[in-house]
């Protein structure tokens, strides 16, 4: 495990080999340097907040996650835990941080929410079929009728508009499918920066993977998203997040005699929720405290990974927002709550005299 000792201006003052191990760098060039340099800007305002309240006294240590640049280019994370020694005065000395190495645990969990979001994809599998074979079925009798007008030369100019038309509109219909497909399933991890997206468009690719799947089994959809509500986050993330309290919702309600979902969006201050709520039998009062740990599920062995709900948290927390059940509607009800705009802090003072004179 990595020991540092860094001034309150973010250079740092000691470290330990395992630190010098962690980052690639020499001690000479490490001390040379400081802590901002090596961090990866996207982590960088959560830790300066924290600094923050370490050198005001609102706190007296905390830990967080974080990536910092390797020498090589490359990124590694860390379990950083850090305390601020002060002088007899008050005044502060020195940070003393624990950093310890969980690269590979991250990367295996990784390789985990990519296996969850393969298994979100297989539930809705017979869906998708169903929503690309219906428009190749209407394509092909389309081609079949005109075809056969052609052989009776029965054809006009308006019937070959209006065949080409439906023919074509379906084919933009398939590649609509295609597309949220191709967006769902792409790599969460290449898309480090956080950046604005509307929330309806979020939805509505999600919505495009289980529309056929909603008809073929009379599922009645309300949804209610206004137009310009955006957040600043990773889609695929969300979209996933979305997928699974989809699945859950469908699974729930489709030998239900009632089959309807409702999911709906709303500005909430300096916040946004979006809910997704069906009208199954509920969730059982004493599993409610269980639904969102690890492995946990109510489904049937081999229908489900009991990791949707885990992972689906574990993604929102890294968009600093959270899922809960609303209990309060008599229904199962997620909400997923996300800030408009990720928080944006500026260093404390001592540390941008560091970086000026850096």
Request: overall charge neutral; hydrophobic content about 40%; glycine content about 6%.
């Amino acid at each position: 495990i990595g020991m540092a000792l860094v001034s309150p201006e973010g250079r740092w003052l000691k470290v330990n080999q395992a630190v010098l191990n962690f980052v690639g760098y020499t001690e000479e060039e490490l001390l040379s340097a400081d802590f901002l340099k090596i961090t990866h800007p996207e982590d960088l305002q959560q830790d300066l907040s924290l600094v923050a309240e370490l050198l005001s006294g609102k706190r007296e240590t905390f830990q967080l996650e974080k990536r910092y640049i390797h020498k090589q280019g490359h990124y590694v994370y860390a379990f950083l835990s850090v305390s601020l020694i002060r002088n007899p005065d008050g005044t502060p000395r020195f940070f003393i941080s624990q950093i310890q190495d969980v690269t590979e645990l991250k990367k295996n969990q990784q390789a985990l929410q990519s296996n969850s979001k393969m298994v979100a994809l297989g539930e809705m599998a017979a869906g998708i079929a169903h929503e690309i074979n219906n428009p190749l079925t209407i394509i092909n009798l389309h081609a079949m009728a005109l075809e056969q007008l052609i052989k009776e030369k029965e054809l006009n100019r308006e019937m070959i508009h209006n065949f080409t038309s439906k023919i074509t509109s379906t084919i933009g219909r398939i590649g609509s499918i295609v597309s949220s497909l191709k967006k769902f399933s792409g790599d969460n991890s290449k898309m480090e920066k956080f950046e604005s997206h509307k929330v309806k468009e979020i939805i509505q690719d999600t919505l495009g993977l289980c529309n056929e799947k909603f008809k073929s089994h009379g599922v009645i959809l309300n949804l209610s998203v206004p137009e310009d509500l955006a957040i600043e986050c990773n889609p695929l993330d969300v979209s996933q997040v979305l997928i699974n309290l989809i699945n859950n919702a469908f699974y729930a309600i489709k030998d239900h005699p009632e089959k309807e979902i409702s999911i709906a969006a709303h500005a909430v201050g300096e916040h946004v929720t979006i809910s997704v709520m069906d009208s199954g039998p509920g969730i059982c009062p004493t599993l409610k405290s269980k639904i969102l740990e690890p492995f946990f599920t109510t489904k049937p062995f081999g229908e489900g990974s009991g990791l949707g709900l885990s992972i689906s948290n574990s993604i929102l927390k890294v968009h600093n927002g959270e899922l809960y059940l609303d209990e309060t509607v008599g229904k199962t009800k997620f909400v997923v709550k996300l800030p408009v705009f990720q928080a944006r802090v500026k260093a404390p003072a001592a540390l941008r005299l560091s970086s000026k004179a850096s």
